[in-house]
């Protein structure tokens, strides 16, 4: 009873997120902006999967969430290299 | 399976001459003659079967399903034929030794020849009509490229074209025609078709078949009017000439008229169509033939007009007529194929073969005209050689069949008999006696016994069938003539057939008329010179040109070398053609009940429409559309979750991360931003064709999705048999590995190969000293940070461990939950990947004790060998098993085969994968950066390479 309310308000929290989400990333100045909004968004799909999970009550897209979690980083440490160094593997 | 091998043979021989040139020319020649030799000796060791009446055949199903066999079948017909084309074949390897210049290339030209013979061996041989066509195709394209063997010749190469179009035009009517055929008997199987001779005729079928098949067989026997080929083919070697355009192929045609003559002779149809075009074919080269200069289009006229004899005696119909076409076929090719040789023996000694430069040759070269003389009297008839046998019969035949009047027929063969005997003395006369002349372009004499063998051993059998006519050859026409007529032939030839014999006189007037015309020669050749004459190749030129500019024209307006005018063309023509099938299909909404949208799904979903919208508007600058595009990847990852695919959710989220580091290694060598190359109007309509191809996509999604399928899909099956089948409860992973395997295994097989494609193209790159100079000098544009920062050195070490379990993890529990060796894989590659970009190439690749490509190897190997087990327990292909072991202190788990097949999955796409970015990063090592040989390298490089 109480997890169907709690679903509810995560579910309209992270929607509220997505769509700031991808505000900021229309009006971002800079790419670096652009970055973090985009590693702010694996944040919130990790999140999105997890609460998919709670909701179905499986265990099963626990990896989905830890695997996200990796790639989110490496993704991120990528872009940056890129940003600052050009070269992503030196 | 004898059968299949002499049919092989030849193509398997075709693979040494190009190996064995480099032993020298008398090895590489002898090695291609033993392996004609060989398949001769295995067609001699079928002869007794086939002679006693019996059949050979050899079945090997292929694909039953179509019809489609390799079936071959042996009796008469075929063995004479196999016979001719490997005996003839064995003398021709033997001339082109010696016939050949040092400068041509004699292992292709071998190549090409033994190409040739097995695609004839085969059309003989075939039982199935739809592998007859395929050889039948294979000869078009070998012969191809034996008369186009001289490729600095322009004569060469445009009658090898035209002979291509020629007969490979006719090839593609005879392909429809057989498929009818084969409709109408209701098998491919030429055994069976030849049962069905009422049911053929008396289909309605019967005249489209008969006239679609009768336009492959004419254009390849140089019929009326597709004869014009021929003469133009002799551009080739004379070896291609005598064995080609004389001997074998040109008979290609008339071996099928005899092969079907069982089921589609007898009619009126047949008659009328077969017999006049052999006649006109026969009257009209006749009359040519005459009148030509060059030994050699004497010769290929004389063909035309032989080949015309035999297709118009088989017009006939008559079991007496099929009978004495088949004997000639024996005749025709010994005297023209030793003639042909012969007349390369004066072009070889003379260096011409312009009749009007030649003449006195008897004396020089006493054994080239004693050879030409006996094949040139039994062209013209004369008794009692081969070709006279031959001949009477056909004049006697001739004179009892009624066409359009009783006599047409025999007054027109009687001439085409006169203006052979005059072309055979004019090759004689002119060519040989006559005074001995000063001006030869080269001074002739004999050749050596390698030239003037292989035609003396013609002329032998010219003689011996000529004189012995029912010892040495009436066993072999009867065996062929029983096959092509269906019913047993005992043939009987003699020389004398009596005084009241209409034939006797027939010849007396052809041979008398024929020394009369020779004697007439000149004046004759100013009329022939003065009448205006139809020009074959400005009439074909005139119809190719035309039809060649139209499809230039076309193929440039589709495909202009621009990729976007190419895409649109396609994409328009698809929904163009999916929009005419929807109109035409008669659409019905689909029923099935729509889910529900949850406001969550339909932001998350707007947020992935705008960002896929914002990469075309924002893609100028590049990296800013790498961000959306990866949006939108990450985005798929909740959808994918929320309908209930973990694995598609983890396989595409690993995608995901590797494609975008190889964007972003590949953008490193880019500019930053594209520029705007076509004006606003064209990206419009560019817009436009982009939005159907998506609408239309998107369209055909949703009406899939919003019905049953209209077959019970294959899902419930595998759902089904998941675990009792394959002992997984993942079904997506047991598909992969275990009932849809063996795509799988071809998959990475794929994968690997693109996986060293991208290392071979790099490596080229950096062998070229002009790429590795550009590269030297760019400098990456942004020098800001340190290279190897240590907080991500430490924390990427600490993760590597972690990583590399959650690997091993989601590879053992492939099996019965989500993940499996493919994203197993690309977790390790992540892994790598890491330490990578932390620690920097060189350092991280020095302390990798395995070769990426070692370990694409080992995956391949490892999933072959799985599935290859399944053998030793005599299972077909990567048949999976499984069995539940309970191992003390363990709770009881699963051991399957399907596991390590799963391994070699893994394998090959962690090799895969860091193959690909080792490359491209490889690349940037070369832009005159420094390497580190040591980890954290914050402070100044120490070491330069």
Redesign the interface.
């Known amino acids: 009873m109480i997890l169907g309310y709690a679903l509810t308000f995560m579910?309209?929290c992270?929607?509220l997120a997505?769509?700031l989400?991808?505000w900021r990333?229309?009006t971002a100045p800079t790419?670096t902006d652009?970055?973090v909004t985009?590693d702010t968004?694996?944040i919130n799909?990790i999140a999105?999967?997890v609460l998919?999970?709670i909701r179905a009550g499986t265990g099963?897209?626990l990896?989905?969430a830890?695997?996200?979690a990796?790639?989110?980083f490496?993704?991120t440490?990528?872009?940056c290299?890129?940003?600052?160094?050009?070269?992503?593997?030196? | 399976m004898t059968l299949a091998l002499i049919a092989a043979l030849p193509f398997l021989g075709a693979l040494l001459p190009g190996l064995m040139i480099r032993a020298g020319r008398d090895a590489c020649a002898a090695l291609t003659g033993s392996v004609t030799l060989l398949a001769l000796c295995l067609l001699a060791l079928q002869a007794p079967t086939v002679l006693a009446g019996g059949i050979v055949q050899t079945r090997i199903d292929w694909l039953p399903a179509l019809g489609l066999n390799a079936t071959f079948f042996l009796d008469g017909l075929g063995l004479l034929f196999a016979g001719l084309i490997l005996g003839i074949g064995l003398l021709i390897i033997l001339y082109a030794r010696f016939y050949l210049a040092k400068s041509d290339p004699m292992g292709q030209f071998y190549s090409y020849l033994m190409l040739f013979q097995g695609a004839m061996v085969g059309i003989v041989l075939s039982d199935n009509i739809l592998l007859l066509l395929i050889f039948w195709e294979l000869t078009s394209l070998s012969s191809f490229l034996l008369i186009g063997y001289w490729k600095h010749l322009p004569e060469g190469r445009q009658g090898a074209r035209m002979a291509l179009a020629v007969t490979g035009g006719g090839g593609l009517a005879m392909i429809a025609g057989m498929l009818i055929l084969g409709n109408i008997a209701g098998s491919y199987d030429l055994t069976v078709i030849l049962t069905q001779k009422e049911a053929i005729q008396a289909s309605p079928w019967y005249l489209p078949a008969l006239i679609l098949i009768l336009l492959g067989a004419f254009t390849k026997s140089a019929q009326f009017p597709f004869h014009f080929w021929l003469p133009h083919a002799m551009a080739a070697p004379t070896p291609v000439s005598a064995y080609l355009h004389s001997a074998t192929m040109v008979k290609a045609g008339l071996f099928l008229m005899a092969r079907l003559w069982p089921v589609l002779a007898g009619t009126p149809e047949w008659f009328w169509i077969v017999s006049t075009a052999g006649l006109v074919t026969m009257v009209m080269a006749a009359k040519i033939a005459f009148f030509k200069d060059d030994l050699k289009a004497l010769l290929a006229f004389s063909t035309v007009s032989h080949l015309g004899l035999i297709t118009m005696l088989l017009g006939f119909g008559t079991r007496a007529a099929a009978t004495v076409a088949v004997f000639h076929i024996i005749n025709h090719a010994t005297f023209k194929a030793a003639l042909f040789m012969t007349a390369g023996i004066v072009d070889h000694e003379a260096h011409t073969r312009d009749i009007k430069r030649l003449g006195g040759l008897r004396t020089l070269m006493p054994i080239t005209f004693g050879i030409a003389l006996l094949a040139s009297l039994s062209m013209a008839g004369i008794p009692p050689l081969n070709g006279f046998l031959s001949k009477e019969l056909m004049l006697e035949e001739a004179a009892h069949t009624t066409w359009i009047t009783p006599w047409a027929m025999g007054v027109l063969a009687t001439i085409a008999a006169l203006f052979s005997v005059a072309y055979s003395f004019r090759f004689l006369a002119h060519g040989f006696l006559g005074p001995v002349r000063d001006d030869y372009p080269h001074t002739p004499h004999d050749p050596g016994p390698g030239l003037w063998g292989a035609p003396a051993f013609l002329v032998v059998l010219v003689v011996v069938i000529g004189l012995f006519p029912m010892a040495s050859a009436a066993w072999l026409v009867n065996a062929a003539a029983s096959a092509v007529t269906g019913e047993t032939v005992a043939v009987k030839i003699t020389h004398w057939h009596g005084l009241q014999a209409v034939a006797l006189w027939m010849s007396v007037a052809a041979v008398g008329g024929g020394l009369m015309m020779l004697g007439a020669f000149g004046p004759l050749r100013a009329i022939w010179d003065a009448t205006p004459r139809p020009e074959a190749k400005r009439i074909f030129d005139g119809i190719i040109e035309p039809l060649a500019a139209l499809a230039r024209s076309l193929t440039y307006a589709l495909h202009n070398s621009s990729l976007s005018r190419a895409i649109a063309v396609a994409v328009l023509a698809i929904a163009g053609a999916g929009l005419w099938a929807f109109t035409g299909g008669g659409h019905v909404p689909g029923t099935r009940a729509l889910m529900p949208v949850?406001?969550?799904v339909a932001?998350?979903w707007a947020?992935m429409l705008?960002?896929a919208l914002?990469v075309p508007f924002l893609h100028r600058v590049r990296?800013?559309a790498l961000?959306?595009v990866?949006?939108v990847g990450?985005?798929l990852?909740?959808f994918f979750?929320?309908m209930s695919a973990?694995d598609l959710?983890?396989t595409q989220?690993?995608v995901?991360?590797v494609t975008?580091?190889l964007m972003?290694?590949a953008?490193?060598f880019l500019p930053k931003t594209t520029p705007e190359e076509s004006p606003a109007p064209r990206r419009l309509f560019d817009a436009g064709v982009a939005g159907i191809a998506g609408a239309g996509i998107g369209w055909l999604a949703w009406e899939m999705l919003t019905r049953q399928a209209a077959f019970p899909p294959i899902s419930h099956f595998h759902l089904a048999q998941s675990k009792p089948g394959a002992g997984g409860t993942n079904v997506v992973n047991t598909i992969l590995v275990d009932f849809r395997g063996y795509d799988t295994f071809g998959e990475i097989i794929v994968l690997g190969i693109a996986a060293l494609a991208i290392y071979a193209l790099s490596e080229n790159l950096l062998r070229s000293p002009a790429v590795t100079r550009r590269l030297a000098e760019t400098r990456?544009?942004?020098?800001?940070?340190d290279?190897?920062p240590m907080m991500?050195v430490v924390s990427t070490r600490l993760?590597l461990p972690m990583?590399m379990m959650?690997g091993v993890y989601?590879y053992l529990r492939g099996h019965n939950?989500?993940?499996g060796g493919f994203?197993a894989g690309l977790?390790f590659a992540?892994a790598y990947?890491?330490q990578?970009?932390?620690s920097?190439?060189v350092w991280s690749h020095s302390r990798q004790r395995f070769d990426h490509h070692v370990l694409i190897g080992w995956g391949v190997l490892i999933a072959t060998l799985s599935g290859a087990g399944a053998w030793a327990f005599g299972l077909p292909f990567l048949t999976s098993g499984f069995e539940y072991v309970h191992l003390w202190p363990l709770e009881e788990f699963e051991l399957a085969t399907a596991a390590i097949f799963d391994l070699g999955v893994f394998l090959c796409v962690l090799g895969a994968v860091l193959l690909a970015?080792a490359s491209l990063?490889r690349l940037?090592q070369r832009?005159g950066?420094v390497?580190?040989t040591r980890a954290y390298d914050t402070e100044a490089p120490q070491e330069t390479r």
Do not use: D
Not at chain 1, 81 to 89: A, C, D, E, V, Y
Not at chain 2, 780 to 785: D, F, H, I, V
């Open positions: 579910f309209a992270i929607g997505f769509a989400n991808i990333l229309f790419l652009r970055i985009l968004m694996t799909a999105l999967v998919y999970g099963l897209y990896e989905a830890v695997l996200l990796l790639t989110g490496l993704g440490v990528a872009y290299k890129f940003l600052l160094r050009g070269s992503i593997i030196e | 949850e406001p969550l932001v998350v947020v705008a960002a914002a990296v800013v961000v959306f990866g949006v990450l985005l990852v909740p979750v929320l973990p959710a983890l989220l690993s995901e991360v975008i580091l972003l290694l953008l490193n990456p544009e942004r020098e800001a940070g290279r190897h991500l993760l990583a959650v989601i939950m989500p993940g994203v977790v992540i990947l890491m990578y970009m932390a920097g190439y970015l990063s940037a832009t950066e390497v580190n």
